[in-house]
């Protein structure tokens, strides 16, 4: 966690590693950008506490041995481990962009990537680091995109840049460089800083917390997501490995033209290996049966 001049860091770890956290926090924090007080977080200027304590000797017992290999059911290595914990996992693929993601998260992250480009390089001197980007797309009846119908940007910027200098020096030199080749128009509706003043950002106006935002960090609303958070976990945690996994299957199905569009879904019990079930949604977009493309899966 991470609020005015305070971060906290804190959870289980099983781990024979020394890992100097307080250094890491530190070149992380300031890697981001906020090493000022101009930015509202210095991370020159703060208090770090971490409070890590061992992991529970019942959730390691039931990781490192799975219920499986407790009842003899299976001797294979691959299914000695247990799941980490309960829940549903969930992964996505479409044929919308070269990386296989909904084009409405692919341009939005680009369009963040590039507010924190053309503030390190100074192509906007007045830029601070906090930003976001959110984008609408309207779909067809065959799920093709069809005209970006709105672009929200939010950019933390100087006490003195004026409004109308932000939304035009972002207009020039964030969105439209990514957009130009897209589905973008006079129709499109361009929303930068909305609000107006975005001087107070970062940690000092809005608490920041790991797994708050789980859905910037998957699909962007797109496919459903099950609850889990990835950061701060170790393969163990299926709500981290199992998303992985669950996205390399639906990306290999679109890879592959058995389908435009495939959300896959797995769910595990605590100490367990085996998936409790599987489904795969394919949203009428399969080029083969939907049977063929199970059992291919399985």
Known sequence: MIASKLIVVTGEITSTANVNIQEVIKKTVKRIGYDSDLTGFNIHDCEILIHLSKQSKDIS?????????????????????????????????????????????????????????????????????????????????????????????????????????????????????????????????LFINPAGRFVVGGPEGDTGLTGRKIIVDTYGGVARHGGGAFSGKDPSKVDRSASYAARWVAKTIVAAGL????????????????????????????????ETIISAIK
Request: glycine share 6%; with cysteine; aromatic share 6%.
């Open 61 to 189: 017992a039931g990781v490192s041995q799975s219920l499986e290999l407790r009842t003899g059911k299976t001797n294979d290595f691959a299914a000695a481990i247990g799941a980490g914990d309960q829940g549903m996992m969930i992964g996505f693929a479409c044929n919308e962009t070269p990386e296989l993601m909904p084009l409405t998260i692919s341009l939005a992250h680009q369009l963040t990537k590039k507010l924190a480009s053309v503030r390190k390089n100074q192509s906007i001197p007045w830029m601070l680091p906090d930003g976001k980007s959110q984008v609408t797309i309207a779909y067809d009846d065959s799920w093709k995109p069809t005209q970006i119908e709105a672009v929200v940007i939010s950019a933390q910027h100087t006490e003195m840049v004026d409004l109308e200098t932000i939304q035009n020096e972002v207009r020039e030199k964030v969105v439209e460089p990514i957009l130009s080749e897209q589905i973008f128009n006079k129709d499109t509706k």
């Open 259 to 290: 389908a435009d569009r495939c959300e896959f879904t797995v769910s595990y019990a605590i100490g367990v290996a085996e998936p409790m079930a599987i489904n795969v949604e394919l949203f009428g977009t399969e080029n083969v049966p939907k």
